[in-house]
């Protein structure tokens, strides 16, 4: 609040828990009483990092915790939709903006963490939903990601500041190319002036795509695009499993071209089966980024026999 204070504007702090409906309720009857209107709502909520249990398969997890998540990260953004919609549905305009991570095609694939994945699909899914309830409205929904954020947890998490933070690249490579809470701000700045907004309804839009449409820059000057930079790792990572797999295979006398397919925008590697079946098995996205892609294509590859001995012999089942 302070801050934004400082740039010129009014900023006005309210201490608001939005798992309470109550509390949420009684936020917006203050910003009618106090403004008249609510022009932009921005979900941002999100407090999940403590209760993401990475590493753990879903039959392992804390469920509590993993409900928690659910609360913080999914119920508050419908809760303040929710009370929010109508201050801009008695105007006939406005702007919801829900904050996620990853854009549809990244969504695509698996998360690493089977609660985690939920919160970032349904947010989008949150977005699309109400853009299509408001569709005959001058109301637009829409959801927006940022890349890597430089934001404070993160600095914190790293040992550095805003003033030194590429200190931290040495530690993490893909630091370089984070980005600072400013442009995601002006990335909502920039959609609230479009007067074709309504355009990019129910869909996810990135800091980085949205700053080449608009033209609009990080407060360091730089137009970062972590999203195009992990897209040449995949897309490397994911020939070089390919080309692991196709060499297991030509060692064993079989062609590959034959037995072997995949799905580069989910990650999903298939092995053809007796029967005209399919083994399909997707890669994860934490294990391409942290393991070696020869060890994936081991692991795939590892499945992939085990089914195919499995499928020998077997009498065709019925699909009833």
């Known amino acids: 609040a302070e801050m934004v204070t400082e740039l010129g504007g009014r900023g006005i702090a309210v201490r608001v828990d939005h798992t309470v409906e109550a509390e949420v309720s009684a936020l917006f009857e203050r910003i009618d009483r106090e403004s008249g209107r609510l022009d932009i709502l921005v979900n941002d909520i999100w407090g999940g990092d403590a209760s993401t249990e990475w590493g753990k398969s879903f039959w392992e997890l804390d469920c509590d915790q993993g409900f928690r998540l659910l609360e913080r990260a999914i119920h508050t953004h419908v809760l303040t939709s929710?009370?929010?919609?109508?201050?801009?549905?008695?105007?006939?305009?406005?702007?919801?903006?829900?904050?996620?991570?990853?854009?549809?095609?990244?969504?695509?694939?698996?998360?690493?963490?089977?609660?985690?994945?939920?919160?970032?699909?349904?947010?989008?899914?949150l977005a699309f939903a109400m853009s299509e309830e408001l569709r005959d409205t001058g109301v637009t929904a829409l959801a927006l990601t940022p890349g890597f954020l430089r934001s404070e947890a993160v600095l914190e998490h790293f040992g550095v500041s805003e003033s030194n933070w590429r200190d931290a690249i040495d530690r993490d490579p893909y630091f370089a190319d984070s980005e600072t809470p400013d442009y995601i701000g002006r990335a909502v700045a920039a959609l609230a002036a479009d007067a074709c907004v309504k355009d990019k309804a129910g869909r996810t839009h990135s800091t980085?795509?949205?700053?080449?449409?608009?033209?609009?820059?990080?407060?360091?000057?730089?137009?970062?695009?972590?999203?195009?930079?992990?897209?040449?790792?995949?897309?490397?990572?994911?020939?070089?499993?390919?080309?692991?797999?196709?060499?297991?295979?030509?060692?064993?006398?079989?062609?590959?071209?034959?037995?072997l397919s995949g799905d580069r925008s989910t990650l999903e590697l298939r092995g053809a089966l007796p029967g005209g079946r399919?083994?399909?098995?997707?890669?994860?996205?934490?294990?391409?980024?942290?393991?070696?892609?020869?060890?994936?294509?081991?692991?795939?590859?590892?499945?992939?026999?085990?089914?195919?001995?499995?499928?020998?012999?077997?009498?065709p089942r019925s699909g009833r």
């Open 278 to 315: 399919l083994h399909r098995w997707r890669v994860q996205v934490m294990e391409l980024f942290t393991d070696e892609p020869g060890e994936v294509a081991a692991r795939f590859d590892e499945s992939y026999r085990r089914a195919a001995e499995t499928s020998v012999g077997e009498e």
């Open 82 to 125: 929710r009370h929010g919609a109508p201050l801009m549905l008695r105007e006939n305009r406005g702007l919801i903006v829900e904050v996620t991570d990853g854009d549809e095609a990244f969504n695509r694939m698996y998360r690493g963490n089977v609660f985690y994945d939920m919160v970032k699909t349904t947010i989008i899914r």
């Open 208 to 259: 980085a795509s949205l700053a080449r449409e608009y033209g609009f820059r990080d407060s360091d000057g730089r137009q970062p695009d972590i999203a195009a930079v992990f897209d040449r790792v995949i897309e490397e990572r994911w020939r070089l499993i390919l080309d692991g797999l196709v060499q297991r295979l030509h060692a064993r006398g079989q062609d590959p071209d034959r037995v």
